[in-house]
C-alpha cells in the first residue's frame, strides 16, 4: 500500500468518526428535545424524561437487535447505514406537524371519549411510543451499521476501531445535549430544533454515501464455530445488566443532584451530559488497550466490582457535594459571568459524582462486543450487545422510577444497582480465574470493595442538606436549619417536610420550598401563607356564588382550604402530581385539614391536561398554584396553550387565577406569561398578594369583575383573610395592580416571544433569573409611586382603606405613615418614628392661619409635597379633604400665595379626576415655580403627564416626555416600569 493511499484511508476514517460524532450528537437532540415535546403531552417532566428514556433505549435495542440478524446479508454496512441516517433526518422533518396533529386529536377527540384516568395513561404510553419509536429504532441501528462497516473497512484492530467509535458517538452527544439545551431551543424553539438535527442527519447520509458508493467489496468478519452458547448468554447477560445498573445510577443520581444544582430543565442537561461524558472517557480510554488485554473476560470483571464500589462511593460524597455547591455559591457574583460559572460547576459536580462510575461502564460495551468477536462471535455481536446492554437500561429505569425510588429510597436505589454490578464481576470472574490462584490485586479490590460498601450502608443522606436549597444561596449555619419531620422520595420528585422551632413548617420539592405557613400561635403569618389565603379567597370575593373550583397544585393544601370555607362552595377538585406531596401536606394539620376531610373536597394524582381532557368537567374558578417556573416541566403550566386548555374548561362567566411570583424573576419573564394569558383570555387584572407574588385573575367572558364585600359573609373565609390581615374590601382593592387596559399597551411593544410549549421562552430563561436574584417587584410602583398612577387612571377605581394593625407586608407601611399623619392632625395622636410629618402638619395649620407672607415659602411647599405625597395615594376621600381644607390659607386677599393656592387645587382636582384642572394647575406649577428638590418637580411632571393621557392629548404627552422628562427619568439607559407602561398608553393613541 503506497503512502497516497493510506493517507487516502486515514483521511476517511476521521470522516467517518466525525460523521459518527455528528450522529451521536443528533441522537440526543432528538431524546432531549423529545422530552420537551412528551412532556405536554404526559403532564410532567420527571415522567416525559423517564418514558422518553425507556422508549428511546426500547428502541434503540430493538433497532440493534434486528440489524445483527441481518448484518452478515447486508454487503455494503455504510451504505446501509446513510440509508438509515437519511429515513431519520426525514422523520425528524416531519416531526413537528405529526406531533401537533396527533396531540390535538388525542386531547380534544380521543382522551375525552375514553373517560377512564388508567386507560388515558395507557393510551398516552402507546401514543407517545409510537411517535418516537421509529426514529429509536432506526437510531439503534447505526452504532452496528457503522462499528461493522468501520470493521470491514479497517478490519486488523476491532476492538480499538469500537471503542473509539463509542467514544466519538459519546462525546457528540454529551456535546449536543447542552448545546440543544441552551442555545438551539432558545434560539429556534422546538420545531427549529428538531428540523436543525434532521437536516444534519440528511447530511451524515450524503456524507457517507459518497464514501460508500465507491467501496467495491468489503471484508467480513468471519464467525467461528468454537463459540459455546453459554459464552453468548453469559456476556449477553452480562451487557444486560450493566445496562441496568448504569441506568438505575442515572436516574438516582439525577433525583439526588436535583437537590444540589436545582431542578431546573438546564441541570437535567447538566447531569445528562455529565453521564454521557464519563461513557465517552471510558470508550476512549479503552481504544489503545482493549487489543492488548490478555484475559479480557477477567479485566471486565474486574471493572464491574470496580465499577460498583464507585457507585457506592457516591452514596459516601453525597452529602459532600452540598458544602461544594455553597462554596461555589458563596463564591459566584451574582452576573452574567457568575451564571455561566454556574453552570459550570454544576457540570462539574455531576462529573465529580458520575464519572468514575460511568467510565467504567464506557468500557464494558467495547469490552463485551470485543469478547465476543475475539471468540468468534462475528461482526452480528455488535448489535445484539447493544441490544442487551439497551434492553438492560430500560429495566434499569423503570426499577428505579416505580421500585427503587418509591420503595428503597435514594440510598438503597444506588445499592441495589452497584449490588448487580458486583454480582455480575463475580459470575465472570469465577468462568476465568480460579479461587486458587487469586492474584494480591483481586484481594485488594475485594476488601476495598467490602469496606466501601459497609460504608455506604452505614451512610445516612442528610435530609436537611437534602432540603436546604443550596443552589440559591448556599447553606445556612447547620443551628439555623430547621428540622426535618418528613421526608419521602416520590415517582416524580423528592419531598420533604421541614419545622423551623415549632414557629413553621414548610414543604420542600426537590430542594425547593413550595409552602411555609406559620405554626406557632403567636407568630404572624408568612409571606407564602398570606399568598395561599388570598389565591383561595380572591376568586371568591369576584364571584361570590363560584359553586366549582379546580385548584392546580396542592402545595400546603391551604388554598383548597380557605375555598373550602365558602358553604357556597359544592366541590373543588384538587390536581397534584405527585402523591408525596400529599402526605407531606398532612402535617400541617388542623391549618389545611378541610382539604383532606371535606366530603366537598377531592384529590387527583394526575397533570392537570390529562386531567381536564379526561373528565370534561366545566368549573366556576381554576386556581393554579404550581411550584416556581425554573422547575422543570412547571414552565408549561405558564404557556398559551395551557391557558386555551383552562379557558375551555371554564364556565361561561369563569375565571382563572393564576399564581406568579416576582422574585428571582424579570420583566421579561413576566411580559411572556402575559402574553400567554393575554393570547386566550381579553380581559384580565393583576393583584399583588405580597411583596413577592402576584396573582393574576383572567376572565372567560367580559372584564374581570371588581372583589365584593360578599364573601365577609362566610365566617370562616373571614376568618381565613382576617388571620393575614385582610378586614375589609378596601385591604383586597388596595392589591389592585391593573388590567389588561394598562398592561396590554405595554407587552404589545415587547419583543418578548410569548411563552409557548413549542417556544419554552420561561423554561430556558427562568433558571438563569433566578440565579441574578432579579425581581420585577418595580410593578409594585403603580401604587407605591407618590403620584397615585393607578388611582388617576382610574376613575372609579375604589380602594382607599383604614389604618391596619399589621406592619409585616408590603406597603403597610406607606399605609401607616398615612394614617399616621391624619391621626396627629386630628387627634394629636403622636407618632415618634413621622417627627418631620407631625412638624410638617403643625406648620401648615399656622402657615393656613397666617396671610403674612413672612412666613417660609420653602417650608411650605416642603411640607405640603411630603405631606399630600404621603397621604393622596392612602386615605380616604373625606380625609384627604378635611386636611386640604384646613391648610388652605384663610385670607381676604392675595398677598403672594398664588403658588400655595395652586398647589392646593391640583392636590383637589387629583383627588376628584378633574384632569383639565390637573393640567392646568401643573402646567402653571411648571411654568412658574421654583423647585428645591427634583422630586418636587418629577412629581409634577408625573401628574401633568397622565393629565395630558386622561384628556387624550397623546401626541401632546408623547412630545412633552421627549423633550422635558425623558432626560430627567432615564437612569443608565433604563426607564422606570410605570412610566413605560404610561408610555406605550401614549403610543398606542398615537
Not at 429515513?87 to 382522551?111: E, K, P, Q, V
Request: aromatic share 12%; glycine share 6%.
Amino acid at each position: 500500500m503506497n503512502i497516497g493511499t493510506m493517507d487516502y484511508q486515514n483521511s476517511q476514517k476521521k470522516i467517518l468518526l466525525l460523521v459518527f460524532t455528528f450522529s451521536g450528537a443528533t441522537g440526543l437532540i432528538y431524546e432531549s428535545v423529545w422530552s420537551h415535546y412528551l412532556k405536554q403531552f404526559l403532564g410532567h417532566a420527571a415522567y416525559a424524561q423517564s418514558l422518553v428514556l425507556i422508549i428511546f433505549m426500547g428502541g434503540m435495542a430493538l433497532g440493534a437487535w434486528l440489524i445483527s440478524h441481518y448484518v452478515n446479508k447486508i454487503k455494503n454496512l455504510l451504505m446501509g447505514y446513510a440509508l438509515i441516517e437519511g429515513i431519520i433526518g426525514i422523520i425528524g422533518l416531519l416531526f413537528h406537524t405529526i406531533y401537533t396533529y396527533t396531540y390535538d386529536i388525542s386531547f380534544n377527540a380521543i382522551i375525552p371519549e375514553i373517560g377512564s384516568s388508567g386507560l388515558v395513561y395507557v393510551y398516552k404510553i402507546f401514543i407517545a411510543s409510537l411517535l418516537i419509536l421509529p426514529q429509536s429504532i432506526l437510531l439503534g441501528t447505526t452504532f452496528p451499521l457503522m462499528s461493522g462497516g468501520f470493521i470491514r473497512k479497517y478490519p486488523g484492530t476491532p476492538g480499538h476501531s469500537i471503542s473509539f467509535l463509542y467514544f466519538a458517538n459519546s462525546i457528540g452527544a454529551a456535546v449536543a445535549v447542552l448545546f440543544s439545551a441552551f442555545y438551539l431551543i432558545a434560539k429556534s424553539g422546538l420545531p427549529g430544533t428538531m428540523m436543525i438535527a434532521g437536516l444534519i442527519n440528511i447530511l451524515i447520509s450524503m456524507g457517507i454515501y459518497f464514501i460508500a458508493k465507491d467501496q467495491t467489496a468489503e471484508v467480513k468478519i468471519k464467525s467461528g464455530d468454537s463459540l459455546k452458547n453459554n459464552w453468548t448468554i453469559l456476556i449477553l447477560c452480562a451487557a444486560f445488566f450493566t445496562g441496568m445498573a448504569s441506568f438505575i445510577y442515572e436516574i438516582a443520581w439525577i433525583r439526588m443532584l436535583s437537590m444540589v444544582l436545582g431542578a431546573s430543565t438546564h441541570s437535567f442537561e447538566l447531569m445528562l451530559s455529565a453521564f454521557i461524558t464519563g461513557l465517552g472517557i471510558g470508550g476512549f480510554w479503552m481504544r489503545k488497550r482493549i487489543e492488548k488485554l490478555e484475559n479480557p473476560v477477567y479485566f471486565a470483571a474486574m471493572i464491574q466490582i470496580i465499577m460498583g464500589c464507585f457507585a457506592l462511593i457516591t452514596i459516601v460524597l453525597y452529602n459532600n457535594s452540598f458544602y461544594l455547591q455553597s462554596f461555589f455559591m458563596s463564591a459566584l457574583k451574582e452576573s452574567e459571568q457568575g451564571y455561566l460559572l454556574f453552570n459550570l460547576t454544576s457540570h462539574a459536580i455531576a462529573l465529580l459524582i458520575m464519572l468514575p462510575t460511568t467510565i467504567c461502564a464506557g468500557m464494558t460495551l467495547p469490552l463485551f462486543t470485543y469478547i465476543l468477536i475475539k471468540k468468534g462471535h462475528g461482526e452480528k455481536c455488535i448489535g445484539q450487545i447493544y441490544s442487551s446492554n439497551t434492553i438492560g437500561a430500560i429495566f434499569g429505569v423503570i426499577f428505579a422510577v416505580f421500585i427503587g425510588m418509591p420503595l428503597l429510597s435514594l440510598k438503597g436505589t444506588i445499592l441495589s444497582g452497584a449490588i448487580i454490578d458486583v454480582i455480575i464481576g463475580i459470575l465472570l470472574l469465577k468462568t476465568v480465574v480460579s479461587i486458587k490462584i487469586f492474584r494480591p490485586i483481586d484481594y485488594s479490590v475485594f476488601a476495598a470493595g467490602i469496606v466501601v460498601f459497609l460504608v455506604a450502608m452505614f451512610t445516612r443522606f442528610d435530609t436537611s442538606l437534602m432540603a436546604s436549597s443550596v443552589f440559591r444561596g448556599g447553606l445556612s449555619d447547620p443551628e439555623l436549619r430547621p428540622e426535618v419531620i418528613f421526608h419521602q422520595d416520590g415517582k416524580t420528585a423528592s419531598v420533604s417536610v421541614t419545622n423551623w422551632r415549632d414557629v413553621s413548617l414548610s414543604i420542600i420539592t426537590n430542594g425547593k420550598p413550595d409552602a411555609a405557613m406559620s405554626i406557632a400561635e403567636d407568630a404572624p403569618p408568612s409571606s407564602d401563607e398570606s399568598t395561599m389565603t388570598l389565591l383561595g379567597a380572591l376568586p371568591l370575593t369576584i364571584i361570590p356564588d363560584a359553586k366549582v373550583i379546580a385548584n392546580i397544585g396542592l402545595g400546603s393544601g391551604l388554598t383548597s382550604h380557605v375555598a373550602l370555607g365558602s358553604p357556597q362552595v359544592s366541590r373543588i377538585d384538587t390536581i397534584e402530581i405527585e402523591s408525596a406531596m400529599v402526605e407531606g401536606a398532612k402535617l400541617y394539620g388542623k391549618k389545611t385539614e378541610r382539604v383532606y376531610k371535606d366530603p366537598r373536597s377531592h384529590i387527583h394524582i394526575e397533570d392537570a391536561k390529562t386531567f381536564f381532557s379526561t373528565y370534561q368537567s366545566k368549573y366556576d374558578v381554576i386556581i393554579s398554584e404550581p411550584s416556581n417556573p425554573w422547575v422543570s416541566g412547571v414552565s408549561s403550566l405558564f404557556t398559551q396553550e395551557f391557558y386555551g386548555i383552562v379557558k375551555a374548561h371554564l364556565n361561561t362567566d369563569g375565571i382563572l387565577v393564576q399564581w406568579i411570583h416576582i422574585y428571582e424573576f424579570n420583566l421579561d419573564l413576566l411580559v411572556s406569561v402575559l402574553k400567554a394569558i393575554a393570547s386566550e383570555f381579553p380581559h384580565y387584572s393583576i393583584y399583588y398578594a405580597d411583596d413577592g407574588n402576584l396573582l393574576l385573575v383572567a376572565s372567560n367572558d367580559g372584564a374581570v369583575p371588581l372583589a365584593k364585600e360578599d364573601i365577609w359573609e362566610a365566617p370562616e373565609i373571614k376568618k381565613q383573610l382576617e388571620s393575614i390581615f385582610v378586614n375589609n374590601i378596601d385591604d383586597i382593592l388596595i392589591r389592585f395592580l391593573g388590567d389588561q387596559d394598562i398592561f396590554n399597551n405595554y407587552i404589545a411593544h415587547s419583543s418578548i416571544p410569548i411563552n409557548s410549549d413549542f417556544f419554552p421562552y420561561l423554561d430556558q430563561n427562568a433558571t438563569k433569573a433566578r440565579f441574578l436574584k432579579q425581581d420585577v417587584k418595580n410593578i409594585l410602583n403603580l401604587r407605591l409611586n407618590a403620584v397615585p398612577i393607578l388611582d388617576l387612571l382610574y376613575p372609579d377605581l375604589p380602594g382607599r382603606r383604614n389604618k391596619l394593625s399589621n406592619t409585616e407586608f408590603f406597603n403597610t407601611e406607606q399605609i401607616d405613615s398615612a394614617n399616621n399623619i391624619y391621626d396627629f392632625f386630628r387627634d394629636k395622636v403622636f407618632d415618634k418614628n413621622n417627627i418631620e410629618a407631625i412638624a410638617s402638619v403643625n406648620f401648615l395649620n399656622a402657615a393656613a392661619a397666617n396671610c403674612d407672607t413672612n412666613y417660609n415659602q420653602t417650608v411650605w411647599l416642603d411640607s405640603m409635597y411630603l405631606i399630600f405625597s404621603t397621604i393622596l395615594p392612602y386615605l380616604t376621600e373625606s380625609q384627604i379633604i378635611e386636611m386640604l381644607d384646613a391648610f388652605t390659607p384663610d385670607c381676604n386677599e392675595n398677598r403672594g400665595i398664588d403658588s400655595h393656592l395652586t398647589w392646593l387645587s391640583l392636590f383637589k382636582a387629583m383627588l376628584n379626576r378633574d384632569y383639565n384642572e390637573i393640567n392646568r394647575a401643573s402646567a402653571t406649577l411648571l411654568s412658574g415655580f421654583h423647585f428645591n428638590y427634583i422630586e418636587q418637580k418629577k412629581y409634577l411632571q408625573t401628574v401633568f403627564l397622565i393629565g395630558l393621557i386622561k384628556t387624550d392629548a397623546h401626541q401632546n404627552a408623547l412630545d412633552y416626555w421627549r423633550e422635558e422628562m425623558a432626560e430627567i427619568f432615564i437612569v443608565n439607559g433604563e426607564i422606570p416600569l410605570e412610566y413605560e407602561i404610561l408610555l406605550a398608553q401614549i403610543k398606542v393613541q398615537n
